[in-house]
């Protein structure tokens, strides 16, 4: 494990005892954590995208804000839903935070997770999907935007323009040259893994696989990573792509967090979501010493060079602040990590 994160759902609404975060709350407690972790030197700041719900849903100028108060840290998404995107505009977005960044923009994109309404993205006005969950018109989409931050030319220009116009074909601007080699795929399968690593992005795996093969699920996460970066070097891609992986993580510390996640040590768990028998992967809760042990078993985590660790956002700065203020001292170390500075 080279690097880790945070991955959070930017969860906003009822508390419970009359409490209520609101969204600008959340927006603005996710700048302070990224804040304070680029001070601790961790690595990333990753944020769910969920349309039609009480999380992050246009995560750029979120990003845009947090990259202009960090010096180091890297900040994405995990993952944006391509059928909800005009891929030229996404691309236009994408390439600002990444200049405002520096270079610090990790986006993973997706065909996008189970939604709470039907078939959203045609309410965007996006259309025409011949499959049930739109993984055709994601693909689609994400085509598109890759070609553009590639810098291809995406529009005639005009000869008579008064604004400088010319013959062949106008890339978007702005652009970004780098954008593309920080450009993840968040793969389900192994079958999606394989397409990310034959053209040549870099993979997001979490929580959540949507097959289930019989194995532990680390091990039937280890198996697609293995999976992916067969493919990458098969088609001939220079350099090592990176590979991500998420986690709920939480070391116990104090009396709080016994309080919330003690007793919260679960094992793998297998059922249906969105029509696949699908493989979610265990809750790891214990003291820092045996979380070190632990995490050292776990197949994928080894494979991975970038960790993400899931945080309940709705508790706050302070206490999500401490959880990964300890990850990073008691039990980051111990798999190989070292503080950005």
Do not use: C
Request: aromatic share 8%; proline share 5%; charged share 25%.
């Amino acid at each position: 494990m080279q690097r880790f994160g945070t991955l959070s759902f930017g969860h906003y609404g009822p508390l419970g005892g009359g409490r209520i975060l609101s969204a600008r709350d959340s927006m603005a407690q996710a700048i302070d954590l990224a804040q304070g972790m680029d001070d601790l030197g961790v690595n990333g700041a990753y944020f769910r995208v969920h349309h039609f719900a009480r999380q992050q849903s246009s995560p750029m100028p979120l990003l845009a804000a947090i990259a202009a108060r960090t010096e180091r840290i890297e900040m994405g998404t995990g993952v944006i839903d391509m059928r909800y995107e005009n891929p030229l505009y996404l691309a236009e977005e994408a390439a600002s935070v990444d200049l405002i960044s520096d270079g610090r923009l990790a986006l993973g994109v997706s065909r996008g997770s189970p939604e709470s309404v039907v078939r959203g993205y045609e309410a965007f006005g996006y259309t025409g999907a011949a499959d049930a969950r739109g993984a055709d018109l994601a693909r689609e989409h994400f085509a598109t935007f890759l070609r553009a931050i590639e810098g291809e030319g995406m529009a005639d220009r005009d000869p008579h323009s008064p604004f400088g116009g010319g013959t062949g074909r106008q890339r978007i601007e702005p652009h970004s040259p780098g954008l593309r080699s920080r450009v993840w795929w968040g793969a389900g399968t192994r079958d999606t893994a394989e397409w990310a690593g034959r053209i040549g992005v870099n993979l997001m795996s979490s929580t959540l696989l949507t097959e289930d093969r019989g194995l532990p699920f680390d091990e039937l996460q280890a198996q697609q990573i293995d999976a992916f970066r067969a493919a990458w070097r098969e088609a001939g891609h220079a350099g090592e792509p990176r590979v991500s992986v998420s986690r709920s993580i939480f070391p116990l510390t104090t009396a709080e967090d016994e309080l919330y996640f003690g007793g919260r040590q679960e094992g793998d768990q297998v059922g249906v979501i969105d029509g696949f028998r699908s493989t979610f992967g265990k809750t790891y809760a214990a003291a820092p010493d045996v979380l070190v042990e632990q995490l050292r078993e776990d197949a994928a985590i080894r494979s991975a060079d970038t960790l993400m660790l899931t945080i309940p956002s709705q508790l706050g700065v302070a206490f999500n602040l401490r959880i990964v203020e300890t990850f990073a001292r008691h039990v980051a170390p111990a798999l190989g990590w070292q503080p950005t500075r």
